[in-house]
């Protein structure tokens, strides 16, 4: 059997892409979350472009600019100005913890304490040997927390520079993601390796579960937080900002939810004997911070993933422990364009299989 010119052609072109695009992604690794963050920024606020070019069809830098103009104002500065009031408060808690100024074993006593005594027997014969192990186990989750985030602060802090020099570089590239994406987005799905309908269907499940995850769950994330800053602060506890903020981490997780953080705050403030602060907790974090995710879902999220909720929760946890905070939507973006995959081979080869009949007559 011989080898056309043609094949060799082919496989050698295939081998250069291959080498080209592997040199290309050690180039720009350093980049990586920069140019990601551009990705989410630009099919995040593309609709946004749409109306601004709509308005200006002939100026397409104009639409960009003020899309980009807009992005800044309402959604980077705020950001920064609560990341760096968070910061203080998490560098704040770190140093009282180190200090012994705060000590979450002693709180956790206090609850302890307060409850009956058969559940105090109840907790102290349970699988964790003796209270004293369980008051070590939260202490080491909440310092592990909080001091996260001062090492993060820490570490932006050292390479300033870098963290700049990253930050221009998202912007700069959103502006021209979105200045030509649509332009971009045809062009790649028509460079793919894959039939035309089954990389259209890819791609339009990749925008689906992007803006889906962003919308859906980093939004609501975001209000739910907010919410349970306000109420925290409400009740009077230190923090509060960086309780929030806990909680929007803990209400991107499907089956999780902010019950994992204003919960155990109710039961202390409860055992504690804030009886009304207490309630207020409760009743925010049922009645509004609980509702916020059943009333603003349907509304942000046009149509549905396809992605099951374990699968969510699942992806999530594994993404962001893979890469970071990205690892929330590059997590649940590989499980959607997995199932999407083998959803399309499947009709394949069912296809394949069951053959449309021609009708003889």
């Keep these: 059997m011989t080898i056309s010119r043609r094949h060799v052609e082919n496989g050698g072109l295939l081998l250069f892409l291959a080498i080209a695009t592997i040199a290309l992604l050690l180039v720009v690794s350093g980049f990586v979350g920069a140019l990601l963050s551009a990705l989410l920024v630009a099919l995040l606020f593309q609709p946004l472009f749409q109306r601004l070019l709509a308005r200006w069809p002939d100026r397409r830098n104009m639409a960009a600019a003020v899309t980009m103009l807009i992005i800044t104002v309402a959604v980077v500065i705020p950001a920064l100005v609560i990341a760096s009031m968070v910061v203080d408060q998490a560098a704040g808690v770190y140093v009282q913890m180190r200090s012994g100024q705060v000590d979450v074993a002693q709180y956790f006593r206090q609850v302890h304490d307060a409850l009956p005594d058969r559940m105090q027997r109840l907790l102290d014969s349970s699988g964790f040997n003796t209270f004293e ?178 699968l969510v929760l699942v992806t999530t946890l594994g993404g962001i422990e893979l890469v970071g905070l990205a690892g929330i939507v590059v997590g649940p973006l590989a499980g959607a364009l997995f199932i999407t995959g083998w959803q399309i081979l499947t009709e394949q080869r069912e296809g394949a299989a069951n053959p449309p009949s021609s009708d003889p007559g």
Excluded at 213 to 239: E, H, M, N, R, Y
Excluded at 258 to 279: D, F, H, S
Excluded at 285 to 310: C, E, H, K, Q
């Design 133 to 310: 192990r369980v008051q070590a186990k939260l202490s080491e989750a909440v310092g592990n927390s909080v001091s996260l985030i001062a090492r993060q602060a820490l570490s932006i802090g050292a390479n300033a520079a870098a963290f700049l020099l990253a930050f221009g570089v998202a912007l700069y590239v959103s502006f021209f993601l979105l200045r030509d994406g649509e332009q971009l987005g045809p062009a790649v799905v028509r460079a793919l390796p894959l039939e035309r309908p089954v990389a259209e269907r890819l791609a339009d499940k990749f925008v689906a579960v992007v803006r889906a995850t962003i919308k859906g769950s980093g939004v609501v994330a975001l209000v739910q937080g907010a919410l349970g800053a306000i109420t925290f602060a409400i009740v009077g506890l230190p923090a509060a900002m960086l309780w929030g903020l806990l909680m929007a981490i803990a209400a991107l997780l499907p089956a999780v939810g902010p019950a994992i953080v204003w919960a155990p705050v109710a039961v202390y403030l409860l055992a504690t004997g804030a009886i009304w602060q207490a309630v207020v907790v409760v009743a925010s974090g049922v009645l509004v911070i609980g509702l916020a995710d059943n009333i603003l879902r349907p509304i942000l999220v046009g149509r549905d993933t396809g992605i099951p909720d374990w």
